[in-house]
């Protein structure tokens, strides 16, 4: 089954706004990612958090985890049109971290 | 060099053909995936190679077979696909299997016909 649901599931802001998107995940994990997909491409890896950290930054990225809620946010700062792309969260599985199960991902459209 | 290359970008198969698709990465990583991703859905982990061995198989059918001839390369022979086998066949690598961040391919885009 699905490890992550995200939410919202599009986004449209303008650019030099704020986007926040956030995955809630059902099992314990050892760490969680955020990959960024451009339309029919291969994902990029924008960052990775420890299942002990709670927050960490990326140049205009910041992420945050709660184990506690079972959830994390990506924030994207200042966003530009170049930020256009889906975003998916990322976990392994407590008991089988060889496995990475991807979200179901945020679309995000930044206007110009 | 932190680019993992799949060939080829596009191919149409018919349902008896024979293919494969081709991954390779000079990163020296040690872990290897297969994904499958359907238009505006998240990959689906198909397999993974861990030192060359086959760690993980995601019941996927048998019309897919992988192959890791060698720690750079990742192969998956297609046969006697369906034409709800057409997606986005996505390749990607880490340093080790599980703990890292993975570098992804382009991706083959697959039309079964």
């Known amino acids: 089954s699905q490890q992550g649901e995200e939410d919202p599931q599009a986004l449209s802001i303008q650019e030099g706004e704020n986007a926040t998107m956030n995955c809630s995940y059902k099992t314990s994990i050892n760490n969680l990612q955020w990959y960024r997909q451009n339309s029919g491409r291969g994902l990029v890896h924008l960052i990775l958090?420890?299942?002990?950290?709670r927050e960490k930054h990326s140049g205009r990225l910041r992420v945050t985890l709660d184990t506690s809620k079972k959830s994390s946010s990506l924030l994207i700062t200042a966003s530009r049109a170049a930020d256009t792309a889906s975003y998916f969260c990322?976990?392994?599985?407590?008991?089988?971290?060889?496995?990475?199960?991807f979200g179901t991902g945020t679309r995000l459209q930044v206007f110009p | 060099d932190t680019e993992v290359t799949q060939t080829p970008k596009h191919l149409v198969m018919g349902m008896t053909n024979k293919k494969s698709l081709k991954c390779e990465q000079h990163?020296?990583?040690?872990?290897m995936y297969w994904y499958k991703q359907k238009a505006k859905k998240p990959p689906e982990l198909m397999f993974v190679y861990s030192y060359e061995k086959l760690s993980i198989n995601e019941s996927v059918p048998s019309r897919f077979s992988p192959e890791c001839p060698n720690s750079s390369l990742l192969n998956l022979h297609l046969h006697a696909l369906q034409p709800e086998d057409s997606a986005l066949y996505l390749c990607?690598?880490?340093?080790?299997?599980?703990?890292?961040?993975?570098?992804f391919g382009p991706g083959t885009r697959l039309t079964v016909t």
């Open positions: 990607a690598s880490s340093r080790l299997a599980g703990v890292d961040e993975q570098y």
């Open positions: 990163m020296g990583h040690r872990a």
């Open positions: 958090i420890r299942s002990n950290e």
């Open positions: 990322a976990t392994d599985e407590d008991y089988n971290t060889d496995k990475l199960i």
